[in-house]
């Protein structure tokens, strides 16, 4: 998942479970984020400034 630049990402993966949760920023570097999990399918990843990047469910 590709995403503008921001401080929170609400995500609905859609895969009925809580997923381990990799981010990996424009530069493709690994980046540590907070995650919470709302339900089995919904998570928000929360940073401390804006980014962009991409978002792996596994």
């Known amino acids: 998942m590709l995403d503008t630049s921001k401080t929170e ?3 609905n ?3 009925g479970r809580y ?3 990799q981010v990996v920023d424009s530069a493709g570097d690994v ?3 907070d995650v919470e999990h709302v339900d089995s399918n919904i998570a928000i990843l929360r940073y ?3 980014m962009t990047g991409r978002a792996f469910f596994a």
């Open 19 to 21: 997923p381990n949760v």
């Open 31 to 33: 980046i540590f984020v």
């Open 9 to 11: 990402w609400t995500v």
């Open 13 to 15: 993966h859609g895969l």
């Open 48 to 50: 401390n400034t804006p």
